[in-house]
């Protein structure tokens, strides 16, 4: 009996209608993403080439990311990289996974640079994979950034990136608790896309995130405040006058955010909402 042929086009399919039925949100896109990873190609490959049988070995390890997959193990876990405002990341489960709407703080934080002179210098507060502030170094040449992460280990992760792309010679790492390692140093700007989950609503999120993103980037306390108090009290002592503390948060950490600059004397508040029209950033502009 002749063995069974599987291209790529025919796999493809299996897959999205498997990974469907395990109700993963995403299932033929995941499926792309694994195969191209498999074949190291990109994915219009799979459109011209669709009628490619796959080799025996190519398909023992497309099987095996599928078996992952369908645990709900991150697609960006599994293949070990992330795409983030078009450049490519290491991730690994030590690190939270970029995400698109991260995106938003970032260009925010790249047009208000632009325009305001001098970029300086930056610090980006719980860095994981570095995304942010490399990205930020990456669109804005004469920028210099400092960083901090409580995890050696999400550092390591960061370095590796930041040597990667090129940008190690632009950029300082501290490990330690969010402001504590850089006291005493001034910065035109400060970005963090801190935890901001209330601790319990951990078990409402989607087993792809709750079972293997690091819980301690996710979580701040009862009401997901944590970090954002801290903040938003410490950060205006490291601005320069003029100076901006933009942040990623929640759905509906509005109102609280605006309460705490109040209480803690900023200037201008700014809110960036994102592509769905929800409130995704806020701005903390230094009194001058």
């Not at 709900?72 to 991730?91: C, N, R, S, T």
């Not at 900023?266 to 995704?280: F, H, M």
Request: hydrophobic share 45%.
């Amino acid at each position: 009996m002749a063995e069974e042929i599987w291209t790529i086009g025919k796999i493809l399919k299996w897959t999205e209608e498997y990974f469907a039925k395990a109700g993963l949100d995403t299932p033929r896109l995941d499926a792309e993403v694994l195969l191209c990873y498999v074949l190291q190609k990109e994915r219009i490959h799979l459109y011209v080439h669709f009628d490619q049988p796959l080799s025996k070995d190519e398909l023992a390890q497309f099987k095996g990311y599928i078996k992952e997959r369908v645990l709900h193990k991150p697609v960006a876990y599994i293949v070990g990289h992330k795409d983030f405002m078009g450049l490519e990341f290491k991730v690994t489960e030590d690190t939270l996974i970029p995400r698109p709407d991260t995106e938003i703080l970032v260009e925010a934080v790249i047009s208000r640079l632009k325009t305001g002179g001098e970029p300086g210098v930056i610090a980006d507060i719980g860095t994981g994979t570095g995304a942010i502030c490399l990205s930020l170094l990456n669109y804005l040449t004469s920028l210099k950034a400092v960083t901090v992460d409580i995890s050696e280990k999400a550092l390591a992760v960061a370095k590796e990136n930041a040597q990667r792309l090129g940008l190690s010679d632009r950029i300082e790492f501290f490990q330690g608790d969010l402001l504590e390692p850089i006291k005493g140093r001034q910065f035109t700007a400060i970005i963090s896309n801190p935890p901001y989950i209330p601790e319990g609503d951990i078990e409402t999120l989607a087993a792809d995130v709750k079972d293997y993103e690091p819980i301690s980037a996710l979580a701040a306390g009862p009401d997901g405040l944590d970090c954002y108090r801290r903040l938003v009290a410490a950060a205006g002592a490291l601005l320069v006058d003029g100076g901006f503390l933009a942040m990623e948060i929640g759905i509906n950490q509005r109102g609280a955010l605006e309460k705490l600059a109040k209480e803690s004397d900023w200037g201008q508040v700014e809110v960036v909402k994102d592509l769905a029209g929800i409130d995704r950033v806020v701005i903390l502009w230094k009194q001058k």
